[in-house]
């Protein structure tokens, strides 16, 4: 082993909160060698996305990082490099192969020509980016289907989803194979250590049991004002709910060939499941509880909805909560005293910024020793 190595076998971290913030950064910085606890009361229970515990589990995995306006800037970058770091993790975190893909591509339709002539725009500076532009005369299936006439749309061909599901079981596995240590509790204070003979940081569990740390990251969402205002920080951050419907189609009435992974349409995803299933999602409404005028707006497309939408069941529903700073951009990446870092507020692309939000953790660790 090297000395640097050896150094960071040495070096204590816990990470606070285990949705995929919390997952990717224990992922990145247990790969480093570093000794790492994961926090999070649900670590051990049942992953599942009809009764979400977490942002995580109620996300639909959509990774948007190339269809982006910007080609500059923190969100850019952090998109971008995202999309590089997926691509390489997932075949490190991809046991069995089938479980943990990217499907791609992703199609977004044009709602007005406002939005039509922002997507040529968009294809004209990121074709290197995989956009391609729809024209009209390639739209027929839409049309058809949405009972429609649409005046273009994208293609991006890199673009697509990763299953939370899969993805949160197949991260889990790996933190088992890396050696990171789970703790199953609630964090109900972190401190500063006073005796100089001792790590820097206390983290004290709901169980009153006490952890002496080197670095504590904090990705606990929401409850990520409540651990730090104790200690004089004040990070807001504001609920937004989202919902989520799967519904069930009378029959197999869709060309499901034609779809992609992902296509977005009046602001919604629509997600292909198998011949009769589909998921649409997700509502973006300030607070904790779900509306049923949101809901009622997405199943009906402002009701503008074909007739298999209107005609099909709602078979399963769920909502979640995103957690969006109140006046900075999100996400939260802050090193606010030695040894104290957040990665937090990711809003709606917490699963698509994961990989380069940890990296950015390690980076700031490394550069502190
Ligand atoms: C309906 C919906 C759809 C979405 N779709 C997408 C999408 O398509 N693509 C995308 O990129 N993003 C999407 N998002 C956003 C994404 O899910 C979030 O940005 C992401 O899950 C945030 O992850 P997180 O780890 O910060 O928070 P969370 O997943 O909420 O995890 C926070 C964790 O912290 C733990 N915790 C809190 N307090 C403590 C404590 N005191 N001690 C220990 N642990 C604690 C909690 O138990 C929890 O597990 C969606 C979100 C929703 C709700």
């Known amino acids: 082993m090297n000395i640097q190595k050896a150094e960071k076998k040495q070096t204590k971290i816990s990470i606070i909160g285990g949705g995929i913030a919390g997952i990717t950064?224990?992922?990145?910085?247990?790969?480093?060698?570093?000794?790492?606890?994961?926090?999070?009361?649900?670590?051990?229970?049942?992953?599942?996305?009809?009764?979400?515990?977490?942002?995580?589990q109620a996300s639909l995995g959509v990774l948007m990082g190339n269809i982006y306006k910007r080609s500059k800037g923190?969100?850019?970058?952090?998109?971008?490099?995202?999309?590089?770091?997926?691509?390489?993790?997932?075949?490190?975190?991809?046991?069995?192969?089938?479980?943990?893909?990217?499907?791609?591509?992703?199609?977004?339709?044009?709602?007005?020509e406002k939005e039509?002539?922002?997507?040529?725009?968009?294809?004209?500076?990121?074709?290197?980016?995989?956009?391609?532009?729809?024209?009209?005369?390639?739209?027929?299936?839409?049309?058809?289907?949405?009972?429609?006439?649409?005046?273009?749309?994208?293609?991006?061909?890199?673009?697509?989803?990763?299953?939370?599901?899969?993805?949160?079981?197949?991260?889990?596995q790996s933190l088992d194979q890396?050696?990171?240590?789970?703790?199953?509790?609630?964090?109900?204070?972190?401190?500063?250590?006073?005796?100089?003979?001792?790590?820097?940081?206390?983290?004290?569990?709901?169980?009153?049991?006490?952890?002496?740390q080197d670095y504590i990251v904090i990705c606990s969402a929401l409850n990520t004002q409540k651990l730090l205002k104790p200690l004089g920080y004040e990070i807001l951050l504001e609920p937004i709910l989202g919902q989520v419907i799967e519904l069930e189609l009378k029959k197999s009435i869709l060309n499901w060939k034609e779809w992609p992974a992902i296509l977005n349409y009046q602001s919604i995803n629509f997600i292909h499941l198998n011949s009769n299933?589909?998921?649409?999602?997700?509502?973006?409404?300030?607070?904790?509880?779900?509306?049923?005028?949101?809901?009622?707006?997405?199943?009906?497309?402002?009701?503008t909805a074909p007739k298999w939408m209107i005609n099909a069941s709602i078979c399963n529903e769920w909502s979640g909560i995103r957690a969006r700073p109140i006046s900075e951009p999100s996400p939260l990446l802050k090193e606010l005293e030695p040894g104290l870092l957040i990665n937090t507020g990711h809003y709606r692309n917490g699963v698509l910024l994961a990989p380069a939000c940890a990296e950015w953790i390690g980076l700031k660790i490394e550069e502190s020793q």
């Not at 570093?34 to 942002?55: A, F, H, M, R, T």
């Not at 429609?148 to 939370?164: M, Q, V």
């Open 25 to 56: 950064t224990a992922f990145h910085l247990g790969k480093k060698g570093y000794k790492v606890n994961l926090i999070d009361p649900l670590i051990n229970s049942e992953i599942n996305n009809l009764s979400p515990k977490n942002g995580t």
């Open 74 to 112: 923190r969100a850019f970058l952090l998109r971008n490099k995202s999309m590089k770091l997926w691509k390489e993790w997932l075949t490190q975190i991809n046991y069995s192969k089938s479980d943990c893909i990217l499907n791609k591509p992703l199609i977004k339709l044009a709602n007005s």
């Open 116 to 172: 039509y002539e922002a997507m040529i725009e968009l294809s004209n500076n990121k074709q290197k980016y995989g956009i391609e532009l729809l024209n009209k005369d390639s739209l027929e299936f839409w049309n058809s289907t949405f009972e429609t006439k649409l005046i273009g749309g994208l293609i991006s061909h890199e673009d697509g989803r990763l299953n939370p599901i899969k993805l949160i079981k197949s991260l889990m």
């Open 178 to 212: 890396i050696k990171i240590n789970k703790i199953g509790i609630n964090v109900s204070r972190i401190s500063k250590s006073n005796n100089l003979n001792d790590k820097s940081w206390n983290i004290t569990l709901e169980n009153n049991q006490s952890i002496n």
């Open 277 to 303: 299933h589909l998921l649409i999602g997700a509502t973006i409404e300030r607070g904790s509880q779900s509306s049923l005028t949101e809901k009622q707006e997405m199943l009906n497309l402002k009701n």
